[in-house]
């Protein structure tokens, strides 16, 4: 393990003196009343005494959603049962203390870290003889015979590293004829040589339904991954995800979710509920090629529930369209935790930046939120790509990707069709309950219309926009950008919540 966890345990005595504790934790012992909260909050926090009214809201401030655990002591009050619920807290029977130190506090490491292996590195097996297609970065089709017995058919250049201890989830996203079975096979060799094979795992057809675990207990090296098949027909490799992995404790961040369509595309989201009390707010990542969550820290910042909601297809993000079973499941992530907060669409905000300006925007049609507040928005995705040619040659070469993906081509008829995706759903929708907080760039050489098309768009009575223009192209003055996002934030949670800013 490279990582420091820190572990916060609150109780009567030292577990240091009754357990053995892991040499890579950092473990604080709080007997005395807990008042001074860290510039970061703990990893991991034990509960073993009963709690001060006056420790709940430097606790609540110290720990990370998903990460308390509280003994079964007889130490239970109201201030502790609402720190376990803002917490999503769980409860560690002492008589199993000793074994969650040995086999659990290792999955609560602070650095999460997930990616797609690079599609310019995957290669098909010599000696196949069907054809091959190559559609963009988006995937490869392969059609042919590809024998009786599995044997492989494509694998990636450049090993991976796996630590001595360390876990890697793999998910592999594929399409294929019934006709066709698959297997994947990884090899990891001694590091520092090729010739000398350490261990090895082999994960079938079915296994592949689910994500994978390569879970390493020997020493360190570098794994080499081929996929296998056999059988008569087509098989379209989109693409192999590789993610540290908590074993179960949740997906980059300790209680991360995802949800996977019949096609085997996913969407990434994580809750935490804050303090409970209104507004939800929900934040979609921008584009993002290391895949895990965006906005994390300041969004807890600001102490309200929120969600974040991130997406891997391509080459970093889809801008949240797909099938009518994708996009249906993205409505229903945000509607169950509105329902769980009992939160009505007056009570939740949209927010995003770039890329999540669209998913805030395309399923602000769907909640009808209090509010949207974007940065640098994007609406006509078929401009964007079309201005790829000419505007920003190499600039956003995915938007290509898109374009074939969501439009099936790339001809002028494909771009207006994805922009009609888009407006025909925004022009559709009754906006008048809704403001529009918008910071754009008035160079911007991805969707140099986005702002003034959206203002031509909004007929609905009562909707309010509220905007300002910063020189510059799409990427130029974030920092202007994300200052005035967050600044945004701050005024409706404080002149229209009543709250106050950076709880």
Known sequence: ????????????????????VPDYVDFIFAKDVFSEVPKSPYDLVFVDRVLL?????????ATKAYTLYVTDREIWNEGL??????????????EKVQDFLDKEVRNYFSKPYGEKFRFQNLAIAQGFSGSVEWIGNYSVNVTGD?????????????????????????????KKDPQVEIALSVTQFVRGTISQVQQTWFFTEQELENTVILDNQLATGPVFVSLLAKGQGNLQIIALNDRYSRRGHGLFLPGGQRSVTSEREEIFYYFDPGDLKPPLNVYFSGYKTQQGFEGYYMMRKMGCPFLLIGEPRLHGGSFYMGSEEYEKELINIISKHMKRLGFTREQVILSGLSMGTFGAMYYGCDIQPYAMILGKPLASIGDVAKNERLHRPGGFP?????????????????????????????????????????????EDDYDSTAYNTLISHLKSNGVKVYGKGI???????????????????????????????EQ
């Not at 009214?53 to 401030?61: A, K, R, S, V, Y």
């Not at 044997?151 to 796996?162: E, G, M």
Request: charged share 30%; net charge negative; proline share 1%.
């Open 146 to 174: 590809f024998g009786e017995e599995l044997s492989q058919i494509a694998f990636w250049r450049n090993n991976i590293p796996i630590m001595e201890g360390q876990a890697i989830d793999l998910w592999l996203e594929y």
């Open 1 to 20: 393990m490279s990582d420091v966890i820190r572990v916060l345990q609150l109780g009567t005595e030292d577990w240091r003196k009754c357990y053995k």
């Open 471 to 501: 020189h510059g192209r799409h990427n130029d003055e974030s920092f202007a950008i994300n200052a005035w996002f967050k600044n945004q934030y701050d005024m409706i949670l404080r002149e229209d919540f009543g709250r106050k800013a």
């Open 53 to 61: 009214d006056e420790e709940i809201m430097p606790l609540c401030q």
């Open 81 to 94: 049962q609402e720190y376990y619920s803002r917490k999503n807290g769980k409860r560690l029977s002492r």
């Open 398 to 442: 995915t938007s290509l990707d898109v374009l074939e993906f969501i439009s099936g081509g790339s001809d002028e008829n494909a771009i207006q069709r994805l922009n009609h995706r888009f407006w025909d759903k925004f022009d559709s929708t009754d906006w008048s309950n809704s403001r529009f907080v918008v910071s754009y760039m008035i």
